[in-house]
Nanobody, 124 residues
């Protein structure tokens, strides 16, 4: 059974840092491309960051580039999203996703597996 479980979301103040984690099970993690997406109330799901199982170099949305860092720990079957200089507009439910295909996937439709999401709220 495939399972992705996010953790680390909470209420923080603008300018704070926060690290999200996503633990995967039921999959060959080292062969997965992983992504982070977010969805704010009333808005569409938005790409945040992605990393391929072939290349360890992540790709980021312009809105988070320079503030967020995605990393993967294949030994621990985990991906992390380190977020710094958080802004109120970063408030959203953050979800991780996994794809069996190689490459950097910026479209949510390319992912087969999703976690339940974790709430990040940034107060001004």
């Amino acid at each position: 059974q495939v399972q992705l479980v996010e953790s680390g979301g909470k209420l923080v103040q603008a300018g704070d840092s926060l690290r999200l984690s996503c633990a995967a099970s039921g999959l060959t993690f080292s062969r997965l491309s992983m992504g982070w997406f977010r969805q704010a109330p009333g808005k569409e799901r938005e790409f945040v960051a992605a990393i391929s199982w072939i290349s360890g170099t992540p790709s980021y949305a312009d809105s988070v580039k320079g503030r967020f860092t995605m990393s993967r720990d294949n030994a621990g079957n985990t991906v992390h999203l380190q977020m710094s200089s958080l802004k109120p507009e970063d408030t959203a439910v953050y979800s991780c996703a996994a794809a069996n295909s190689a490459g950097i996937h910026r479209s949510w439709s390319l992912y087969s597996y999703w976690g339940q999401g974790t709430q990040v709220t940034v107060s001004s």
